[in-house]
């Protein structure tokens, strides 16, 4: 399971960054169900298979803090038998999803009661705390008419707007990023979600930056939502991940290099605010 979670979050074949750090910090579960010789053989299993998640993406900082309390919690059992520190991974994966689940649900809720019922909106990428956002309000007796923009190469956004199509009372137009531009003078509100935000950086997928400073030049304000646990003050230094050249041009690219970033970095002062559990930050 371990393996497979690996090299599904390499893949990402799971787009929720969410998703992600709950399916690493519940691999590590499979552990709690081997044999192990001594405490210390268990705990060094438990480093090297934490450390190997971390690996498959570096940019996820919910990822990277799931797995490090993990472990973290572990050590600060300081159980003297296998028994005992099996018993700890599982408490503390219970723990840790059970915080990442409630951060996103209740920055889903305070979304949603933002969220003015008739309005216009546009999201990018695929972020499942904005969807959850939208479903909260549509459940409210809210109605929508929402922009989703393909968040190329990979077309992650064909799966919002596929999920949004399921809600009756949300129109949804599903845009090229290119359209932009185009569509925002009738857009009120633009929602998307969050990788982490670092120092003042939002770091989310590909499209963030031009889409926000689109906005920023057309008036219309920027929401940022997702946990608490993702807005980072230090000690995590964000590596982007290059995709293959293939998700770009499937032929073979003769005389020139094709560069695939998964994420950029959007100043937070093209942001209105961050919605996460613990309240609304306005930048």
Request: hydrophobic letters at 40%; aromatic letters at 6%; zero cysteines.
């Amino acid at each position: 399971m371990i393996d497979e979670t690996i090299e599904e979050i390499r893949e990402m074949q799971t787009h929720s960054s969410s998703a992600v750090a709950i399916k690493a910090a519940r691999a590590l579960g499979e552990l709690a169900d081997r044999e192990f010789a001594t405490v210390e053989e268990f705990r060094r299993s438990l480093d090297r298979n934490a450390s190997a998640l971390r690996r498959a993406n570096p940019s996820h900082a919910s990822l990277q803090n799931a797995t490090h309390e993990v472990v973290d919690a572990v050590e600060a059992a300081d159980p003297d038998t296998v028994e005992g520190a099996q018993s700890a991974t599982r408490e503390a994966i219970e723990d840790v999803v059970d915080r990442i689940e409630h951060g996103k649900r209740r920055a889903a809720e305070r979304a949603a009661e933002r969220l003015d019922d008739g309005a216009t909106l546009l999201t990018h990428d695929y972020s499942s705390t904005v969807l959850e956002a939208i479903d909260v309000a549509v459940a409210d007796g809210k109605r929508f008419t929402v922009y989703v923009s393909e968040a190329r190469p990979r077309y992650l956004g064909r799966k919002t707007a596929r999920t949004l199509a399921s809600y009756d009372p949300v129109d949804v137009n599903l845009i090229v990023d290119s359209a932009w531009g185009t569509v925002l003078p009738r857009v009120d509100e633009v929602y998307v979600g969050m990788d982490s935000i670092v120092d003042g950086t939002l770091y989310n997928r590909v499209g963030t930056f031009p889409l926000a400073a689109t906005a920023e030049e057309v008036g219309v304000p920027v929401y940022v939502v997702g946990s608490e646990a993702k807005v980072i003050d230090g000690g995590f230094v964000f590596e982007n991940d290059f995709r293959s050249p293939s998700e770009v041009m499937r032929e073979p690219a003769e005389g020139f290099e094709i560069e695939n970033p998964a994420y950029d970095a959007t100043p937070t002062g093209l942001l209105a605010a961050a919605i996460t559990d613990q309240g609304v930050k306005e930048f």
